[in-house]
């Protein structure tokens, strides 16, 4: 009998550790079958349960599992579901394969979207009621059409002899790829008037020279054939800002302005604002100020000027925050404004950190009202970083005016990757400007080049005069941060067509004709940035002889570069965009990926395949 018992505890025991055996943690990296590359973003599964993970950028996951025969499940949109039954392994890897008919199977419902036809060029007027495909079941991802963006034009070809000037504004910001970014992966397309190239192609950072003089950044430039029109040449041109050691940072005076109306209660946005501020807060130094002011139908100061030293009241302060009421974006901006210069520090980083959606519907809420208010207050040397939140009603055109009109940077947080990346990676670039209204000038030689087009930047274009005119307002240049622009042009003796051209005018003053010359110059860039809070501006200039290469030797930045500017020309389905196509983005961007330490070109590969899975479902229809 004592045996028996003996024996039946000994069962007992033995199937207790079985059980509680299967209590670990497992990890590992999804990976694209095509390609190897890690795949940010897979949602992983323990079935059965509501428990779970998702990938980061290099692709890697960790899970806690528990029970009898656990099965892991890995999906993301564009790839194929795949279920693995777990044994002993506490490892597990997964190569996910691509498949467009699975794009059909994961819709769980249906929103009124904007569609296109045969062109996608007209996205922000010209659209038909159509099914959208979305992944969600938060009820405010269904319908984007609450959302708001400015209209873009292209600018076409200017022919050199009556155009030599090509004037801009630097833009940093790149709001506009996390956007696409976040449509993409809802299994939309986005509108064409989301679609803005340079900030596509300024989320990327790129290995260019350090500056090694007193100028605060470098200019580099490259040339080679046009990846998408093999009659044109893509001019590559890029500014690297100096960094910023710690010891070198000016103390700074924060204004958190949150956004705490009735739209940010999703948890897309006021919880992970809560989140990104707290990471930003970690970045700080303990001597430097924040305050908080939260706005929503009236506006309240939270915290007042607190050493950052004093995080537990910093963060009880904005944990506390809840959502609900109108929004009063206007009477926020001017009390954030308010404290700021109250708190001010001279030569120091004074700036208001706004996090919103952007939907201003109660008091002061005018565009050209928010313009007149942040160009008053950046003379008075307060800056603005603005942080985009949520989706559904995001005012993207709103957002974007108020960071470029108030010397700042916008971008757009739609996770807490993005987060990490805009407030801790980035942190001194987003923070901390080395330079204030830069503005570029090209003159190209027309012994060089018969016609050029700059590649986006339609709201940053200038008029020749306005380079020299030190009252024009400019871009910001942060710490440690690059500027990446693409110019498509056709050469001098070139008898290609192009779109804009015109035919020769008849009843003009003759033009003397110009030898092309492949020995001469290409063009001279010019740059003004101003330091500090100073009216003059400074001025250097670099001639630049443009050694046309094969595109098989251009830096990998380059190629990565046209990768990314080909993807936005077939998301808007530009005119220019010539024989772009997705292979081609795919081939040059997964050549040029390099060392990908963060991810962030991995996860372009994968975007790119999605959007091109989508582009085919919606061809099908």
């Keep these: 009998m004592k045996k028996q018992i003996f024996n039946f505890l000994i069962a007992i025991l033995l199937s207790t550790t079985a059980v509680l055996g299967q209590n670990r943690t497992i990890s590992g990296t999804v990976t694209d079958a095509a390609d190897g590359q890690p795949i940010p973003g897979v949602v992983v599964t323990l079935k059965g349960t509501n428990s779970g993970a998702v990938t980061d950028l290099n692709g890697f996951y960790s899970i806690a599992i528990s029970g009898r025969n656990p099965v892991l499940v890995f999906s993301f949109i564009g790839m194929e579901t795949v279920e693995i039954r777990l044994g002993k392994e506490n490892r597990i890897d997964v190569a996910m394969t691509s498949e467009i008919a699975v794009l059909q199977e994961v819709v769980v419902g249906y929103g009124t979207s904007r569609r296109w036809g045969k062109s996608r060029q007209n996205r922000a007027t010209d659209y038909e009621s159509a099914p959208m495909v979305y992944v969600s079941q938060d009820a405010d991802y269904n319908s984007m059409d609450d959302e708001s963006y400015a209209s873009v034009t292209e600018t076409g070809f200017k022919e050199v002899v009556k155009d030599p000037l090509s004037t801009f504004s630097i833009d940093v910001d790149n709001a506009a790829y996390a956007n696409i970014r976040r449509f993409i992966n809802q299994g939309q397309l986005p509108p064409a008037s989301a679609v803005r190239v340079e900030e596509m192609l300024n989320y990327f950072s790129y290995n260019y020279p350090e500056p090694r003089g007193k100028q605060p950044f470098v200019i580099h430039t490259e040339l080679a054939v046009c990846p998408w029109n093999p009659q044109a040449q893509l001019l590559h041109v890029g500014l690297k800002g100096r960094e910023l050691d710690v010891a070198e940072q000016p103390a700074s005076n924060l204004v958190f302005l949150i956004d705490v109306s009735g739209s940010m209660r999703q948890d897309n946005r006021l919880p992970l604002v809560k989140t990104a501020m707290s990471m930003l807060l970690e970045e700080l130094r303990s001597d430097d100020k924040v305050s908080v002011v939260v706005y929503s139908g009236r506006t309240e100061v939270v915290l007042e000027s607190t050493a950052a030293g004093k995080k537990g009241r910093i963060m009880s302060a904005i944990s506390g925050l809840q959502a609900g009421g109108g929004t009063a974006g206007g009477q926020g901006l001017r009390m954030a404004y308010n404290i700021a210069e109250s708190n001010f520090i001279e030569g120091g980083n004074n700036r208001i950190i706004m996090c919103t959606d952007g939907d201003f519907n109660v008091g002061e809420s005018s565009n050209d009202a928010m313009e007149r208010l942040v160009e008053e207050k950046r003379k008075k040397g307060v800056h603005i970083t603005v942080l985009g ?13 108020i960071a470029n009109k108030g010397n700042g940077n916008y971008a757009y947080i739609d996770n807490i990757q993005e987060a990490r990346k805009v407030l801790v990676k980035e942190y001194a670039g987003t923070v901390f400007t080395l330079a204030n209204d830069v503005k570029l000038q090209l003159e190209f030689n027309p012994a060089r080049v018969k016609a050029y087009r700059l590649i986006g930047y339609e709201n940053r274009r200038l008029n020749p ?9 400019a871009g910001e240049l942060g710490a440690g941060h690059s500027v990446t622009a693409l110019y498509e042009i056709i050469p001098a003796g070139s008898d290609a067509a192009y779109p804009g051209s015109v035919d020769p005018l008849r009843y003009q003053e003759n033009i003397p004709a110009v030898r092309a010359d492949n020995n001469a110059e290409l063009l001279t860039v010019k740059a003004r940035y101003k330091e500090g809070v ?27 570069a046209a990768s990314v500017a080909e993807f ?3 998301l808007m389905d530009s005119p220019y965009k010539g024989d772009a196509s997705f292979d081609n983005v795919l081939k040059l961007a997964i050549d040029a990926r390099g060392q990908d330490h963060e991810g962030y070109r991995a996860e372009f590969i994968n975007l790119v395949r999605t959007a091109q899975n989508l582009e085919k479902l919606s061809m099908q229809r």
Aim: charged share 35%.
């Design 568 to 570: 936005g020309l077939l």
């Design 465 to 473: 005069e306005d380079f020299n005119d030190d009252a024009k307002d």
């Design 534 to 560: 100073g009216d003059r501006s400074i001025k250097f200039e670099q001639a630049v002889q443009g050694r046309i290469v094969p595109l098989s030797n251009t830096s990998g930045d380059f190629r990565f």
């Design 389 to 401: 939140f949520g989706m559904g009603n995001y005012k993207d055109d709103r957002l974007e005016i």
